[in-house]
């Protein structure tokens, strides 16, 4: 047999076996396919997020009125099982709503309008039982000026900015157009929603597929009425023991602070800071001491703590299946997209995120053997 040149003759037991160097030795990678969808993917999620920041003066809204809608359905449902039309009783829950809504702002806005009005006696007064602050204060600008002040001797002690307010003041000032959208969409989507059901469950041909569209929508319904129903009771509850410890210690308007507080609580995080900030602005300025004006603040920290750290946790996790890390990152993200009125929905979107993923990418948890 003639072997070319460059080329040698392979023995019988060379024949089976692979190459030192074939593919097959070689570890896995990521194959280009799976690249190129992992990209895509990445690409989506990055353009939805950039076109819900862009647009949230509609999306926020709208968003919004689908979830509040889904929460408000059931009453519906129970009103037009007593004879009232849907479209009717659409209508008469939103006017309900606005109503409560009204009544715990009017609590709010009369006694803040009538202390807006004392603004320059209010902190003429404030400034007087500051200055009990005013050796503190020097003798921390006179160790400033030891360890790194100035060669003009100017104290420099850094004085707070109040960067924050704008932006804060236009999340929670949407405008009057925001408003007519909420509100008009929140009407036709309680009104409509039974028909958006089944439009949805028949759009799939499959009887499976409808099966299951019709047990998400169910669970998403159900869930989201268990959770407005259960954080509007926990809130409920905050203003009235807010209430009653601002009556007790005898801080001025105790209605009033009792429902900014439950009203403040329904944005995590953010809401009972601005309260617990309130309760020492006032309490300093109704009692003669400052010792005294912390005391209702104190207490209602106090009471935040065990609300956001025990009760909640306790209620919401055991009753909707939370988990509290994904709480917090879905708070920091909607609180981040779409401000305080983000922070209200990222609970309730959380709920809808879970429902879907476990419906529609359900994973077989392998069993622990069992000792």
């Not at 500051?130 to 790194?148: I, K, N, T």
Request: aromatic letters at 10%; glycine letters at 8%.
């Amino acid at each position: 047999m003639r072997v070319l040149p460059g080329e040698r003759l392979l023995s019988s037991q060379d024949q089976g076996t692979p190459l030192p160097d074939s593919r097959s030795d070689l570890p896995p990678v990521i194959r280009r396919a799976e690249f190129v969808a992992l990209s895509l993917a990445g690409l989506l999620v990055i353009s939805v997020v950039a076109v819900l920041y862009v647009g949230k003066p509609f999306f926020l809204p709208v968003v919004m009125a689908f979830v509040a809608g889904t929460m408000l359905s059931p009453a519906a449902t129970f009103l037009e099982k007593h004879r009232v039309p849907r479209a009717l009783g659409a209508v008469l829950i939103v006017i309900a709503v606005t109503a409560v809504v009204s009544f715990i702002l009017a609590l709010i806005v009369s006694p803040a309008t009538e202390w807006s009005t004392r603004l320059p006696e209010l902190g003429a007064q404030l400034k007087d039982k500051l200055h009990v602050f005013d050796r503190p204060l020097a003798l921390w600008q006179e160790l400033q000026s030891m360890v790194g002040g100035g060669s003009d001797g100017l104290p420099i002690f850094p004085t707070p900015k109040f960067e924050w307010v704008q932006p804060t003041l236009e999340f929670l000032t949407p405008t009057f157009t925001e408003f007519l959208l909420f509100f008009a969409t929140l009407i036709l989507f309680i009104a409509s929603w039974r028909d958006l059901r089944r439009a949805l469950i028949l759009t799939f041909g499959d009887h499976d597929a409808r099966l299951r569209t019709l047990r998400i929508l169910n669970e998403i319904e159900i869930h989201l009425g268990n959770y407005l129903l259960t954080v509007t009771l926990i809130n409920v509850g905050v203003g009235i023991a807010t209430g009653l410890v601002c009556a007790l210690t005898g801080m001025p308007n105790a209605a009033g602070l009792g429902a900014l507080a439950a009203a403040l609580n329904f944005i995590p995080i953010i809401g009972p800071v601005a309260m617990f900030v309130v309760l020492i602005g006032v309490g300093l300025l109704a009692f003669p001491t400052i010792g005294g004006g912390l005391v209702a603040a104190l207490a209602f920290g106090g009471l935040t703590f065990l609300e956001g750290h025990f009760v909640t946790p306790m209620i919401i996790g055991r009753r909707l299946a939370l988990n509290a890390l994904a709480v917090f990152l879905a708070l920091a993200f909607w609180t981040w997209l779409w401000g305080p009125m983000g922070a209200f929905l990222s609970s309730p979107l959380l709920i809808v995120a879970l429902i879907l993923k476990e419906h529609l990418l359900p994973t077989d948890e392998p069993q622990l053997p069992q000792g």
